[in-house]
């Protein structure tokens, strides 16, 4: 199918939680292999995949020594090798995650730079001198404390917009975009349908190196400082688009554009650059009717200008969990699966995070436990990413639940049991089978997929829209805070509660096929 990405659902597996092959308590990728036939299952589309590269695991693997190989904890390329042409076999794409904003402080390239200072590598990152006594200049990272860091034998300052592990590529130097050439040419050699781009927005800085004038702290997906999004990176993507458009098969590139303003965003995903970006205005919008609309009008009325699909994103691996953000227990849950039906009715692409289809909660994780350099950096003022990367409970038995035969690297809850892809299976009411019916209508039924987009009138606190194509229109209510609403006249495909029929209480969502 030709740009198939403009309307996928595609499931984002984070590596070390997903499943583990090998009894270590890490996930793996021959974890995620045997585990395939169960995406298969659910209906999505494809899968990306979280950094996988031989790693010290400052940020759990984003932080990379060697873009081009596997990380033994992991497994092997050729483990790889055969997760992919069996995701293919399944009818599974496959995106990688791609991190070219900084690598790991132990890459050869950092290694070289600081050995010797008179190294070509060296100008692979940013090194500048120091500015009274101090860094170069007044930016922050995004995990906490200065975004720069002195190497005391030269005397001199490299920037990190994450840990200080994790060193920032100058991407102004020709060395830098020739060396990420060749290694997405290895991985679409090797046949993967694409790449997320982590943090997108960000590889070229400001070379004034001017001071930002923001405001120091900032939330962990707002829209960031001045000094990154560079009118550069626009070109850089179209060489990449090329790139990509060299091989067979519609390869794609999603970016993760930390940006809230859609306009802003619009331009990473014109015809000649991304195919799409992260749209993460949902992750920030409360349980609102009025704002969940404006926000999704805004993003549809922006992409819509140049002509990319808008895609939607309730959670990832860095931010809390969805249930916990609308406010935990039953009722998070309940918005949690009104919220899933709103997206997968939308046009465009839907990324899911694995748990997300089993209405996963945010974990306690101890501090003792703790292991996301957020949490260590703040001074324990932000407790971290720990809390929505437990792993996965397959089976209903702990400590492991399937996910692993030894200890599991985060300790999963006792009451996951309940959770569990087990317990759920065959259970009609349960979140998992809410998503694979949907998943199975999305797919069957053309005008849910590719139809046209209208809003629908409604009482306020209600969200209401039709997908149409030919001569089949499918309408989908979310009836967030208001009283109890009829739904149109047709067949109920999917409800969020399995009690729902002519009418829809607070806080639950539903598809119906209307009769024409
Ligand atoms: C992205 C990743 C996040 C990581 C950061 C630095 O935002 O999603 O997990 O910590 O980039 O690579």
């Known amino acids: 199918m030709a740009e198939w990405w403009r309307n996928a659902v595609l499931y984002e597996i984070y590596v070390r939680s997903f499943a583990d092959g090998n009894g270590d308590g890490l996930g793996d990728l021959p974890g995620v292999r045997a585990r395939l036939p169960y995406l298969r299952d659910l209906g999505v589309d494809g899968i990306w995949l979280t950094p996988f590269y031989p790693s010290p695991d400052a940020d759990h693997g984003y932080d990379v020594t060697d873009y081009v190989d596997v990380d033994p904890r992991f497994g092997t390329l050729e483990d790889f090798d055969a997760l992919l042409a069996d995701a293919h076999d399944l009818g599974l794409r496959v995106l990688i995650d791609i991190v070219p ?12 730079a600081l050995a010797d200072p008179s190294s070509r590598d060296r100008a692979r990152y940013l090194f500048r001198p120091g500015r009274d006594g101090g860094p170069p200049n007044n930016w922050t990272s995004a995990f906490g404390g200065s975004a720069w860091e002195l190497d005391e034998a030269s005397g001199e300052y490299f920037l990190h917009m994450f840990a200080p592990e994790q060193p920032d590529l100058d991407w102004h130097n020709p060395d830098v975009e020739e060396s990420f050439a060749e290694i997405l040419r290895f991985w679409l050699d090797r046949g993967v349908d694409g790449f997320r781009i982590d943090v997108a927005q960000a590889l070229y800085k400001d070379n004034t190196l001017a001071d930002t004038h923001e405001p120091e702290r900032r939330t962990w997906h707002a829209d960031w400082v001045t000094h990154v999004n560079q009118p550069d990176l626009l070109p850089l993507y179209a060489r990449w688009r090329r790139l990509a458009g060299e091989y067979e098969g519609d390869r794609m590139f999603v970016g993760e554009i930390v940006l809230l303003d859609q306009d802003a965003v619009a331009q990473y995903v014109t015809p000649e650059r991304l195919q799409l970006a992260f749209n993460f205005t949902l992750l920030h919008s409360e349980w609102d009717a009025e704002a969940m609309r ?13 002509g990319a699909p808008p895609t939607w994103v309730l959670e990832n691996h860095d931010v809390v969990r969805l249930p916990t953000r609308y406010g935990g227990g039953a ?22 995070y694995e748990g997300q289809e089993l209405g996963l909660e945010e974990v306690y994780v101890p501090e003792e436990l703790r292991q996301d350099p957020i949490f260590f950096r703040t001074n324990g003022t932000r407790p971290g990413r720990d809390g929505c990367r437990v792993p996965i409970p397959w089976e209903s038995d702990p400590p492991g639940f399937g996910f692993t035969d030894g200890t599991p690297w985060l300790r999963i809850p006792d009451d996951w049991t309940e959770k569990s892809v087990a317990r759920q299976t065959g259970d009609r009411a349960s979140t ?13 039924i053309p005008a849910l997929r590719s139809g046209s987009f209208a809003w629908l009138d409604v009482a306020p606190g209600v969200l209401a829209f039709e997908r149409r194509e030919g001569d089949e229109a499918v309408a989908c ?13 047709g067949e109920l495909l999917v409800a969020s509660d399995p009690e729902v029929s002519g ?4 806080a639950a969502a539903a598809w119906v096929r209307l009769r024409m």
């Open 101 to 112: 904003n900084h690598t790991s402080d132990q890459h050869p390239w950092f290694r070289n």
């Open 294 to 306: 404006a926000t999704i009008e805004a993003t549809r009325v922006a992409l819509e200008a140049v």
């Open 331 to 352: 009722e998070g849950v309940r918005r949690a699966r009104a919220a899933a039906l709103l997206v997968l009715a939308l046009p465009g692409t839907v990324f899911v």
């Open 432 to 444: 998992l089978e809410q998503y694979r019916a949907a998943l199975a209508a999305r797919r069957s």
């Open 477 to 489: 209510v979310v009836n967030v805070d208001a009283d109890p609403v009829a739904l149109p006249d």
């Open 503 to 506: 009418t829809l209480p607070r």
